[in-house]
């Protein structure tokens, strides 16, 4: 696999653009995500640990994103005084702030600069940029959902911290989001204003339903561990603990309590309930993590409220979709999940019907109704991810042929190769055909298993 990749790269070979599925999110939106391709995706990968090696970069670890929240209010009480009290904050104000699409819009030539002046890789760098200038098919932008993104986008956002902190001085970072702790509401409107305006030159704005100005104590009693209070409760500041988005103190049934406080809110009735149509983006979050919950400790508490979270917070399908395998695999009723979900599947877009499709294949969802339904994909669904997912599930369930594999391989996206190719694993095809198919491409010889005998 190696050897072909430098092979494709040292004969000047033009790596493949990303093919963008629109993944949806909330209230209509979408995301773009690119589907690499599995050269492109190790090129990618090689090149970037090797410019960035030299570079100290975060891990976005729950220990610091601990830090993060936990920064304005440690800032607030900068002295070890175990007698002071929240009015004793030396902070008024916190501001919320993040960036909008962020990995959308990186600029190749901004990111480029970095590189070069960061790690004097120059010749490498600019290779790096090459690369994803072709993945991409423009000059700006990182595909979202790859480690080596992450990393770039570190050291771009980087770029906007340092004149931050040059500008505000007290700020802190946790990947785009960021806190900025200061006095007076005038001068939190100025020090969003600011970061606005060190956003700009990179390209960058702020995304206004999340950016927000919040009072300390509202900030403090957000995310301190405790019991929200009134009164002026003493603070000791440096035994102060935050949430974060684990539990890493509790067991199984502390877990599985906890996700099922978070399902009870979706039939409760009561002022607490969870309302799927406007859910808050902390609500959302609540809801990943009772099905992150539900799937690790194999409980089908959460298979209930599948279908209509499926239907209202589109956001969350590839967590649901990988619930649903698990489900499966632990015996419990997924199937009967799934038939509902394909019965309203004309309400979905086709990056959703394809994760459908994916858990029909994942599980075996193969009779003959269900395939049925998997056909009317395939050949009503555009080219594209949901064309390619179907392909594999109907070669599966028996329900296709060598000739139209082999045609896609030809006519559809060099992105989507790997699922045609591995479909064709799945088909009747004569020894000569597979060689053949093997032979015109060192990819499909590393994924389509020899004929017989060889």
């Known amino acids: 696999m190696a050897k072909w990749v430098r092979t494709r790269l040292e004969t000047g070979h033009r790596n493949a653009p990303g093919l963008v599925v629109d993944a949806r999110k909330a209230h209509q939106a979408f995301r773009p995500v690119p589907v690499v391709g599995i050269a492109e995706r190790i090129a990618f990968r090689a090149l970037t640990e090797w410019v960035v090696a030299d570079l100290e970069l975060t891990e976005r670890s729950p220990e610091e994103y601990r830090s993060f929240v936990a920064g304005p209010i440690q800032h607030a009480f900068p002295q070890e005084n175990l007698g002071m ?105 100025q020090a969003l204003e600011e970061l606005s305006a060190a956003a700009r030159p990179l390209g960058l ?16 009693w957000r995310y301190a561990i405790g019991e929200a209070e009134e009164a002026d409760v003493e603070i000791n500041p440096t035994e102060i603990e935050v949430w974060v988005e684990d539990y890493p103190d509790l067991d199984s049934e502390g ?9 009870d809110q979706l039939s409760s009735g009561d002022e607490f309930q969870i309302d799927l149509t ?19 400790e194999q409980s089908p508490i959460g298979l209930p409220h599948v279908e209509q979270v499926f239907r209202f917070l589109p956001q969350l399908t590839p967590r649901l979709a990988d619930y649903l395998v698990t489900m499966h695999d632990a015996e419990r009723d997924a199937d009967s999940v799934w038939d509902a979900l394909v019965a309203r599947s004309g309400a979905f877009n086709t990056w959703q019907r394809a994760w459908l499709t994916y858990v029909a294949r994942r599980c075996a969802f193969l009779d003959t109704d269900r395939v049925t339904w998997i056909r009317g ?40 190769a790997p699922w045609y190719a591995i ?4 088909v009747t095809a004569t020894a000569e055909q597979r060689s053949a198919v093997r032979g015109s491409s060192r990819l499909y010889e590393l994924l389509i298993s020899p004929p017989a005998g060889k």
Do not use: C
């Open 85 to 189: 009290k929240l009015s004793d904050a030396q902070v008024e104000y916190v501001v919320h702030a993040d960036i909008a699409s962020y990995y959308q819009y990186v600029d190749h030539g901004v990111l480029l600069a970095e590189l070069e002046n960061r790690t004097g890789k120059v010749d490498a760098a600019r290779l790096l940029i090459e690369l994803l200038g072709e993945v991409q098919g423009t000059t700006y932008g990182l595909p979202q959902l790859l480690d080596p993104s992450d990393k770039l986008s570190e050291i771009y956002i980087q770029a906007l911290e340092r004149d931050v902190v040059r500008r505000l001085g007290a700020a802190w970072r946790y990947n785009d989001d960021f806190r900025l702790a200061v006095n007076g509401y005038g001068n939190a409107q």
């Open 205 to 220: 704005v702020l995304n206004d339903r999340k950016s927000m100005i919040l009072k300390f104590s509202t900030y403090f």
């Open 255 to 263: 877990l599985l309590q906890t996700a099922g406080a978070t399902f």
């Open 278 to 296: 406007n859910a808050s983006p902390d609500q959302v979050k609540d809801l990943r993590r009772a099905f992150n919950i539900a799937s690790r």
């Open 377 to 416: 994909q395939f050949e009503d669904a555009p080219p594209g991810l949901l064309h390619a997912e179907a392909a594999i599930a109907l070669a599966l369930a028996g329900e296709m042929d060598f000739a139209t594999l082999d045609t896609a391989l030809r006519t559809q996206a060099e992105a989507l």
């Open 423 to 426: 479909a064709i694993n799945h």
